[in-house]
């Protein structure tokens, strides 16, 4: 079986550009029943929290890890990824990166009570200015929001993909050179430049014709849009990035998020491969690293 090591560097070098470094993080769930293994169980940071934006990125990185109920940083995440039930009413405990920052510019101090899945899936959190939550604000008294009214804020979180019921107990993210444990990624995630992701979309359309259409949001990017619209779909998606991922996260300006099936992955490098010649990335303005 082609790892999916063998699967990225078939990839890199079809694509013909000396020094092309492609971020790759591969995600895979847990279900409740689902035994993880001990070497994952092994990456579950104890003491910190992650959002996934950060998991996603520090994957990337070389840095594994698996996020769960416990640990993950950010509620609307643990929404998406099936973590906890969206309608639960208690605040999850202990501290947690996204939260914090509301924490942090709220004048209430230890009086603050962090928003619960309810609050964040009534568009309560993200429509804090209209609804009345200032302590709900990221950026201080003037902060906007992320949504005018909690109405436009719900109908952007039903347009969101998440896995809900609950049904997961964990999510693992890891880079193309983890080899301690042999696994099947259910979804890819690359963080290209422009001209990357216009060389992998022609690879993919080489072999199947088929269009690939991007839906986005200002929110929930990398769980919702990037990983698990594609795990539900089993279609590619591609977006801009949300505001979790710009400003905690720190993604790179000039980059933009894939959220590949691993199946299609497959079918991404074989088309690469296929197509070079039709498709001399090379030759592409700012296909060269060094020029990047």
């Known amino acids: ?58 994957a990337a990185l070389g840095d594994a ?63 804090c200015r209209a609804a009345g939550r200032p302590d709900f604000a990221l950026f201080g008294k003037e902060d906007s929001g992320r949504f005018q009214t909690p109405e436009i804020a719900r109908h952007a979180i039903q347009e969101m993909s ?20 042999d696994l099947i990624p259910d979804v890819i995630t690359l963080d290209v430049r422009p001209v990357e992701l216009t060389r992998i979309i022609q690879a993919y359309q080489f072999l199947t014709g088929k269009r690939v259409n991007a839906s986005m949001g200002p929110v929930r990017v990398v769980n919702s849009d990037l990983i698990v619209r594609p ?26 998020g894939m959220g590949i099936p691993f199946s299609r992955f497959e079918e991404i490098v074989c088309g690469m491969e296929a197509s070079r010649t039709g498709y001399p990335f090379h030759l592409y303005p700012g296909a060269n690293m060094d020029a990047a």
């Open 1 to 58: 079986m082609t790892t999916l090591h063998q699967l990225y560097q078939r990839m890199i070098d079809a694509m013909g550009v000396a020094g092309l470094n492609i971020p790759l993080t591969a995600v895979k769930f847990f279900r409740h029943n689902d035994p993880i293994p001990a070497a994952v169980l092994d990456y579950k940071p104890d003491n910190i929290t992650l959002t996934s934006c950060q998991a996603n990125k520090q």
């Open 65 to 127: 890890v698996l996020l769960t109920r416990d640990n993950i940083g950010c509620v609307a995440a643990a929404i998406t990824f099936g973590l906890v039930d969206q309608h639960e009413r208690q605040p999850l405990s202990g501290s947690r990166v996204y939260t914090d920052l509301m924490k942090k510019q709220s004048d209430l101090g230890d009086r603050f009570q962090p928003p619960t899945p309810h609050d964040f899936t009534e568009g309560i959190v993200y429509a």
């Open 231 to 256: 795990y539900l779909t089993q279609e590619i998606n591609f977006s801009s990035y949300c505001i979790g991922a710009r400003l905690i996260a720190q993604y790179d300006p000039n980059r933009l």
């Open 162 to 181: 998440a896995i809900q019921p609950a049904i997961m107990k964990g999510v693992f993210f890891y880079a193309h050179t983890f080899d301690e444990i």
